[in-house]
């Protein structure tokens, strides 16, 4: 089955404890991005990737660090987690460079304490 | 700047009900745009998108949009809802060629259908 999985999809911490979210995609999709959703927000860019080695910021890239080493994986790290960074966050992936449909994960529920 | 607003935060209709759900966007260029749909506890999932051509899109369960270039508008629609059609709508926006990475949502309209 054609799926984006993350994990975990709850998730409690304390400040300043390290942290990373996975994220996997099998459908050999080029284009993986990170999204947080916060109420009254909508859900905004973190950070992209359009290929293996190739990461871009979105819109709201501080605290937060990202890698892809493989096609299928995109880990979204915390360094030093904080508060405000509490919220839902999604990891989505796209055949091409973004313009096409993006398949979302289940989302995962991050609280820092 | 570029951003997509939709302007009502909550919508609350009966069943049978007509739906209208407001998109406007504010980026610079041809763009492709979106809806997506967040069922309780569930992650998005694609509802129509318009990349060029026809400008009335029709989506799956009942639903359509229609671009409107001059106005920079993207409105939802669906002639009548049912109580499973419950749910938070976003609205996305992005570029074409170099621009297409980066995606823009709205804040998302919740939809409460009355059975």
């Known amino acids: 089955e054609a799926q984006v999985t993350q994990n975990p999809r709850y998730l409690i911490t304390v400040t300043g404890k390290k942290l990373t979210v996975t994220c996997s995609q099998n459908?050999?999709?080029?284009?993986m991005s990170w999204y947080r959703q916060d109420p009254g927000l909508g859900l905004r860019q973190i950070y992209y990737?359009?290929?293996?080695?190739?990461?871009d910021k979105g819109d709201v890239p501080e605290g937060y660090k990202v890698s892809r080493k493989e096609k299928r994986n995109f880990p979204l790290i915390l360094e030093s987690p904080s508060p405000n960074q509490t919220s839902l966050y999604f990891c989505?992936?796209?055949?091409?460079?973004?313009?096409?449909?993006?398949?979302f994960g289940p989302g995962t529920r991050l609280t820092v304490l | 700047a570029q951003s997509v607003s939709q302007h009502n935060h909550h919508v609350i209709l009966s069943e049978a009900a007509s739906l209208e759900l407001g998109c406007n966007y504010s980026?610079?260029?041809?763009?492709?745009l979106f809806w997506y749909v967040q069922y309780p506890g569930q992650h998005l999932q694609l509802l129509l998108k318009?990349?060029?051509?026809?400008?009335l899109v029709k989506g799956i369960k009942g639903f359509e949009a229609e671009f409107i270039k001059s106005k920079f508008s993207f409105n939802l629609r669906k002639p009548s809802v049912q109580w499973s059609d419950t749910a938070e709508y976003f609205c996305?926006?992005?570029?074409?060629?170099?621009?297409?990475?980066?995606?823009?949502f709205g804040s998302g309209t919740r939809l409460s259908i009355r059975p």
């Open positions: 459908m050999n999709h080029e284009y």
């Open positions: 996305a926006v992005n570029g074409q060629g170099s621009s297409a990475s980066k995606i823009i």
């Open positions: 980026y610079g260029g041809t763009v492709n």
């Open positions: 989505a992936s796209s055949p091409p460079s973004g313009a096409d449909t993006q398949y």
């Open positions: 990737s359009m290929n293996v080695e190739v990461t």
């Open positions: 318009y990349f060029s051509g026809d400008p």
